[in-house]
C-alpha cells in the first residue's frame, strides 16, 4: 500500500475496487425490492456480485435484501446493501451490490 496527498492507495488495482474480491459461488435469495433467485459470484467485505435472471427488474441505486444460506443449514443470513452496478445480457443480469 502506498500514500498519495493523505489517502491510501491499493497497489495493483486497475478499478474502484475497495477490497479484494474471494471468488464464492453460493445461491442466495434476492429478497427485496423483488423476490429472485441468484448466485453469488465473488464477495468482498464491502460487497458482492450476484448473477441472476435477465428478466429481473432490479436498478442502480436500489437497496435490496439478500438472503445467504447457512453453510450448516442453520437460519439463512440476510444482509442489505445498494445496486451500484447493473451488467445486461440477453440471458442473465450481473449485479454489483455494496454492503457499506
Same mark, same amino acid.
Given at each position: 500500500?502506498?500514500t498519495?496527498?493523505?489517502?491510501?492507495?491499493?497497489?495493483?488495482?486497475?478499478?474502484?475496487?475497495?477490497?479484494?474480491?474471494?471468488?464464492?459461488e453460493?445461491p442466495?435469495?434476492i429478497?427485496a /425490492?423483488? =423476490?429472485? @433467485?441468484?448466485?453469488? &459470484?465473488? *464477495?468482498?467485505?464491502?460487497?458482492?456480485? !450476484?448473477l441472476? #435472471?435477465? +428478466?429481473?427488474?432490479l436498478?442502480?441505486?436500489d437497496?435490496?435484501?439478500?438472503?445467504? /444460506?447457512? =453453510?450448516? @443449514?442453520?437460519?439463512? &443470513?440476510? *444482509?442489505?446493501?445498494?445496486?451500484?452496478? !447493473?451488467?445486461? #445480457?440477453? +440471458?442473465?443480469?450481473?449485479v454489483?451490490?455494496?454492503?457499506?
Amino acid at each position: 500500500m502506498s500514500t498519495q496527498k493523505g489517502r491510501a492507495l491499493m497497489v495493483g488495482f486497475g478499478d474502484a475496487r475497495r477490497a479484494n474480491r474471494i471468488d464464492w459461488e453460493r445461491p442466495v435469495q434476492i429478497v427485496a /425490492p423483488v =423476490l429472485a @433467485a441468484a448466485k453469488t &459470484l465473488n *464477495v468482498s467485505a464491502v460487497g458482492m456480485l !450476484l448473477l441472476t #435472471a435477465a +428478466d429481473v427488474a432490479l436498478s442502480v441505486g436500489d437497496e435490496v435484501a439478500l438472503e445467504v /444460506p447457512h =453453510l450448516d @443449514a442453520g437460519e439463512p &443470513l440476510v *444482509v442489505h446493501g445498494r445496486v451500484v452496478r !447493473l451488467e445486461r #445480457a440477453p +440471458d442473465f443480469l450481473r449485479v454489483a451490490v455494496d454492503f457499506s
